[in-house]
C-alpha cells in the first residue's frame, strides 16, 4: 500500500510518496547532479567525481533501497524533487541502544535547490518514527571539507553524537531526539 502525504506549509505543496523501482533513473539523476554540484565546487570528498549512474555497485544500491520499503520521494510541481531512505543502521556506526529510524540516505534534486525538499523528508522520517513509537532518528554524513553537512543536519534539529571513518571517509553520526509518546 503506497502512501503519499502532502506536506503544505511549502507553496507549493511537497507531495511525499513511496519510492518504486520506476523512481531508479530520477534518484540516480539527483545523485549525479549533486557529484557535478560538488566537484564543480572543488568537493570531490563526499562522494567523489564519477556520476552514480556509471557506477554499477551504486546503481545496485539505488534499486535496492527502491525495492526495500524505505525509499520515499518528494515531488514538486509534478517532478521527482528528492529522495529519502530509512532502513537498518549503516554498519560502520555504534548501534543504538533502543529502536531507532535510521536515515540511510538524502538528495535533493539541484533544481529545486532551496524549496524546503530535504527538510520536508527529515520531517517525514521524524512522522515515521512516531507513528511506530520509535523516539530515536539518527543519519549519518559525510564531515569532512567546510563541514557545512553538518551543519545543515544540526539546522534540522539533529545532534552530533560521533565522529567515526571509513577507510579515509570522516563521518558524523548525528542524532534527532522525539518528544515521548503518549498512550
Not at 511525499?16 to 534518484?27: E, Q, T
Not at 560538488?38 to 554499477?56: M, V
Amino acid at each position: 500500500m503506497s502512501r503519499v502525504e502532502r506536506v503544505p506549509c511549502y507553496d507549493p505543496p511537497v507531495i511525499i510518496r513511496d519510492g518504486h523501482l520506476g523512481d531508479v533513473p530520477a534518484v540516480l539523476a539527483m545523485f549525479d547532479g549533486a557529484v557535478a554540484w560538488l566537484t564543480s565546487l572543488g568537493r570531490t570528498g563526499q562522494w567523489g567525481s564519477e556520476p552514480f549512474s556509471t557506477d554499477a555497485a551504486r546503481v545496485e544500491r539505488i534499486t535496492s533501497w527502491a525495492t526495500s520499503g524505505g525509499m520515499r520521494v518528494a515531488e514538486l510541481d509534478g517532478r521527482p524533487a528528492g529522495c529519502l531512505v530509512v532502513g537498518p543502521a549503516m554498519p560502520y556506526v555504534t548501534p543504538a541502544s533502543e529502536p531507532e529510524l535510521y536515515v540511510r540516505g538524502l538528495v535533493v534534486d539541484r533544481r529545486f535547490h532551496g524549496r524546503g525538499v530535504g527538510a520536508a523528508l527529515l520531517e517525514r522520517a521524524r512522522a515515521e518514527a512516531a507513528g511506530l513509537g520509535i523516539g530515536l532518528v539518527r543519519v549519518d554524513c559525510y564531515a569532512g571539507g567546510d563541514g557545512r553537512l553538518v551543519a545543515y543536519y544540526e539546522s534540522q534539529g539533529f545532534t552530533r553524537t560521533e565522529r567515526f571513518t571509513v577507510g579515509d571517509w570522516p563521518g558524523q553520526l548525528l542524532e534527532a531526539r522525539l518528544p515521548a509518546a503518549t498512550g
